[in-house]
């Protein structure tokens, strides 16, 4: 089920611990809150909705996805842009994200898996494994 959204930025600011197969039903409220969102939001990681598990939820170009324990392993080409997000109030803020990521995460199986993104679902991804680590924009 849908889930409220966390605005407390000490909250947000804790970073998660490691998901196991008993958040499964995390996942699945996070997937049910980003899709509730869906016209205004492309990933949400666990802690906006209140549980500080290492879990991230995105549109993948159509294909909503979701990692357990998502890692950044490398990146490559810097640039900088503006982002928003719904758990922080206010106007969207600049940071500095990487046109190609390639992450380490755990599947729905709590499988490895190693895959490379790029373009704006790599942006998406780099904003919701912060939020996993308590980084806020």
């Given at each position: 089920?849908g889930?409220?959204?966390v605005?407390d930025p000490?909250f947000?600011?804790?970073?998660s611990?490691?998901?196991?197969?008993q958040?499964?039903?995390?996942?699945?409220?996070?997937?049910d809150?980003?899709t509730?969102?869906?016209?205004?939001c492309?990933?949400?990681?666990a802690?906006?909705i209140?549980k500080a598990?290492?879990?991230?939820?995105?549109n993948?170009?159509?294909?909503?996805t979701v990692m357990?324990?998502?890692?950044i392993?490398?990146?490559?080409?810097?640039?900088?842009?503006?982002?928003?997000c719904?758990s922080?109030?206010g106007?969207?803020?600049?940071?500095t994200?990487?046109?190609?990521?390639?992450v380490?995460?755990?599947?729905?199986?709590?499988?490895?898996?190693t895959?490379s993104y790029?373009?704006?679902?790599?942006?998406?991804?780099?904003?919701?494994i912060?939020?996993c680590?308590?980084?806020?924009?």
């Amino acid at each position: 089920m849908g889930r409220e959204l966390v605005h407390d930025p000490l909250f947000l600011g804790i970073k998660s611990k490691a998901a196991t197969k008993q958040d499964a039903a995390v996942a699945q409220d996070l997937l049910d809150t980003l899709t509730a969102h869906r016209e205004t939001c492309v990933g949400m990681a666990a802690n906006m909705i209140g549980k500080a598990v290492s879990i991230i939820a995105f549109n993948d170009n159509g294909k909503y996805t979701v990692m357990y324990n998502p890692e950044i392993i490398s990146k490559a080409a810097p640039y900088e842009t503006e982002e928003g997000c719904l758990s922080l109030l206010g106007e969207p803020r600049k940071t500095t994200r990487y046109k190609t990521v390639k992450v380490k995460f755990q599947d729905g199986s709590f499988q490895w898996k190693t895959k490379s993104y790029s373009g704006f679902t790599a942006q998406i991804i780099q904003h919701e494994i912060d939020h996993c680590n308590g980084v806020l924009i």
